[in-house]
């Protein structure tokens, strides 16, 4: 059960079902350092390949989610060091994760923060949730899918305000409202992050496979066209017609009973 990280915390929850990734670098507001990220990446690896996980929630210890990439880290970084390393490559990791991913954003998500839970499937914002890309007070742009992302979120008058600004960050009712976040959980961090333990719990009841083609058809959805990409949904659909899974679900149906998937 769990395995033991300096910067963030790996457990299992949801009656074994739910990987829970918490974020804890509360001092300095769960800044994303390279060490932080690359245990972010073994723990989703992790979760991903464990067979009865079926979803995996990220939430940040304290005040915020995460304020971004870690700053003390990277201010000396020269043009070829970044490029040469590719220092923030690594963090792509993140979007090749087959089970849904649910960020539960307590707090300040920005720059990096924003942009890892822009990586994930679904947002749930905490009361306290503050969105933003302020890279340009830094002398910076977002580098890992802020331009790309939250255009696509929130629309291109707003992305740019919030990117070229680097201010007017944006609350919980207005991501839920722009459909950035999913919706807005009222009160403390604990029911947030029961929230979303509850929604990754709901969607490990379904059958795993189907689960993680759905996500993938989906997320088609930000790469391609239109036509293109409901041509791959239909080969994805069709694919579930080889699980027995979809066998049992339809019969389940037919028969009037709940489905017992098996995750074949
Ligand atoms: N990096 C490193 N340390 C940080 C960061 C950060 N991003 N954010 C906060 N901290 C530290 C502070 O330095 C401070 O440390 P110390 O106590 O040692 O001085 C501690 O956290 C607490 O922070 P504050 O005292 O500033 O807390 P406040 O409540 O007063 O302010 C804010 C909260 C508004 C969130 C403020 O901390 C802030 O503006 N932080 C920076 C936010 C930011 O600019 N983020 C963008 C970073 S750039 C980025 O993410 C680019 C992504 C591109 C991909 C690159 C991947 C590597």
């Known amino acids: 059960e769990g395995k033991e990280y300096e910067s963030i915390h790996a457990t299992i929850v949801g009656d074994g079902t739910v990987g829970l990734v918490t974020l804890d670098r509360p001092k300095a507001l769960n800044a994303l350092s390279h060490a932080l990220m690359v245990e972010v990446v073994d723990a989703l690896q992790a979760f991903d390949a464990s067979p009865k996980i079926g979803a995996i929630v990220i939430t940040g210890k304290g005040k915020a989610f995460a304020a971004g ?128 333990i509850s929604l990754a719990k709901e969607i490990s009841k379904q059958s795993k496979p189907v689960v993680a083609l759905a996500k993938e058809s989906v997320n088609t959805a930000y790469e391609i066209g239109l036509t293109e990409g409901v041509r791959r949904e239909q080969v994805l659909f069709y694919a579930t017609f080889g699980l027995q899974d979809q066998k049992e679900g339809m019969s389940a149906f037919v028969e009037k009973r709940s489905p017992e998937f098996k995750d074949k």
Request: aromatic share 6%.
């Open 69 to 196: 990439a870690d700053i003390k880290e990277m201010k000396d970084k020269t043009f070829v060091d970044a490029y040469a390393s590719r220092f923030v490559h690594h963090w792509n990791a993140v979007t090749a994760i087959r089970k849904p991913i649910i960020a539960a954003v307590n707090g300040y998500a920005l720059g990096g923060g924003c942009e890892l839970a822009m990586m994930c499937d679904i947002i749930i914002a905490g009361e306290r949730a503050q969105f933003g890309q302020p890279e340009l007070n830094l002398g910076t742009i977002p580098g890992i899918g802020g331009t790309q992302r939250l255009i696509r979120e929130v629309g291109k008058s707003r992305a740019m305000e919030m990117v070229l600004t680097g201010k007017h960050f944006m609350g919980a009712q207005e991501a839920a409202q722009r459909g950035l976040a999913c919706r807005v959980v009222p009160g403390e961090d604990e029911a947030l992050v029961a929230e979303a």
